[in-house]
């Protein structure tokens, strides 16, 4: 038996990939990427979203915001800085 290794490079759009997901699949994807319980909570009581709200606006509001920061807002927040 001869053992091959290969690397693949693959582009995936993650909406299409959702998109083109069964009833069943989405949820059991929804499943897996849901926290719950206090794990959902930073210390101070604040959630996820409201975390990711307050960063995405004190970032907007640095002078110069680092490419990486603003893709990385983008990725997260879903809006580009301005």
């Given at each position: 038996?001869?053992?091959?290794?290969?690397?693949?490079?693959?582009?995936?759009?993650?909406?299409?990939?959702?998109?083109?997901?069964?009833?069943?699949?989405?949820?059991?994807?929804?499943?897996?990427?849901?926290v719950e319980g206090?794990?959902?909570?930073?210390?101070?009581?604040?959630?996820?979203?409201?975390?990711?709200?307050?960063?995405?606006?004190?970032?907007r509001a640095m002078?110069s915001v680092p490419?990486?920061?603003?893709?990385?807002?983008?990725?997260?927040?879903?809006?580009?800085?301005?």
């Amino acid at each position: 038996m001869n053992l091959v290794t290969m690397n693949v490079d693959a582009e995936i759009d993650l909406d299409d990939l959702v998109g083109n997901l069964g009833p069943l699949s989405r949820d059991y994807l929804a499943r897996l990427l849901k926290v719950e319980g206090e794990a959902a909570r930073a210390p101070d009581g604040r959630s996820f979203e409201q975390i990711i709200e307050a960063a995405f606006y004190e970032t907007r509001a640095m002078p110069s915001v680092p490419r990486a920061l603003a893709d990385l807002c983008w990725v997260v927040h879903g809006r580009a800085m301005s």
